[in-house]
């Protein structure tokens, strides 16, 4: 599976996403109902880290073809964003999304900086 999704932490507070190769939309779309459903669950916000170092291509869909997006980005209990990437289509796609739907996201170089920042949001801001 080119997404791959699984807990971070042992208190289940971060999300830690792998992007793998070329990925579709259906895939991305499976993804997203992932995160709908821990979302859902959560007792607390969580926090997500998206790692597209390995990505390769990403279907050539727009962005406002994904339905569920804008509900999880609003989502009670979505916390901040991390993206690991130097992908420029990436940043422009969040820097699209900042500005429709208000997305808290950061970027890193690597996922231990990136869960070291969320771990300081959350010590900081108690979320």
Do not use: C
């Not at 992908?87 to 429709?100: A, Y």
């Amino acid at each position: 599976m080119p997404v791959h999704v699984e807990w971070y932490d042992p208190e289940n507070m971060i999300v830690l996403s792998t992007f793998v190769g070329d990925i579709t939309r259906a895939e991305v779309e499976e993804a997203l109902v992932t995160y709908q459903s821990l979302l859902d669950n959560a007792e607390r916000k969580i926090h997500f880290i998206s790692d597209m170092r390995s990505a390769g291509k990403m279907g050539g869909f727009p962005v406002a073809e994904l339905k569920l997006l804008p509900r999880l980005i609003r989502h009670p209990k979505m916390g901040y964003n991390v993206v690991i990437s130097d992908h420029v289509v990436v940043h422009f796609i969040l820097k699209t999304l900042t500005h429709l739907f208000g997305l808290r996201y950061a970027t890193f170089g690597d996922v231990e900086e990136g869960a070291r920042f969320l771990r300081e949001v959350v010590r900081i801001h108690g979320l």
